[in-house]
């Protein structure tokens, strides 16, 4: 079965950037929308940014839209370029991978990574 691995958070200054991967193992990302998900302290899981690989199509929430970057980079990996970051950004990050017409409904997604810390701060 396809397994997610999440790589890349750390700590940044308000303004910074960061890059994070999910990495798939065990399968193929082909035939999946893969979503990052981002869950801040005390909130609930909201999905931020998805793409569809077949078609390459990428989605973006209004609060992310122009700051954030979701691409596939290589066969088994999905980026997502995060700059301009601010310390609302701050949450645990985490890839997901669903079915087509999955949106941000995080019920909806099956396989998920074990999140990667993102804290931005001065």
């Known amino acids: 079965q396809l397994q997610l691995v999440e790589s890349g958070g750390g700590l940044v200054q308000p303004g910074g950037s960061l890059r994070l991967s999910c990495t798939a193992t065990?399968?193929?990302?082909?035939?999946?929308?893969i979503t990052w998900f981002r869950q801040a302290p005390g909130k609930e899981r909201e999905g931020i940014s998805l793409?569809?690989?077949?078609?390459?199509?990428t989605y973006y929430r209004d609060s992310v839209r122009g700051r954030f970057t979701i691409s596939r980079d290589g066969e088994d990996t999905v980026a997502l370029q995060m700059d301009s970051l601010t310390p609302e950004d701050t949450g645990v990050y985490y890839c997901?991978?669903?079915?087509w017409g999955s949106g941000w409904n995080a019920n909806q997604y099956g396989l998920w990574g074990q999140g990667t810390q993102v804290t931005v701060s001065t």
């Open positions: 997901a991978a669903g079915q």
């Open positions: 065990r399968g193929t990302l082909d035939d999946y929308v």
């Open positions: 793409i569809i690989i077949r078609e390459v199509g």
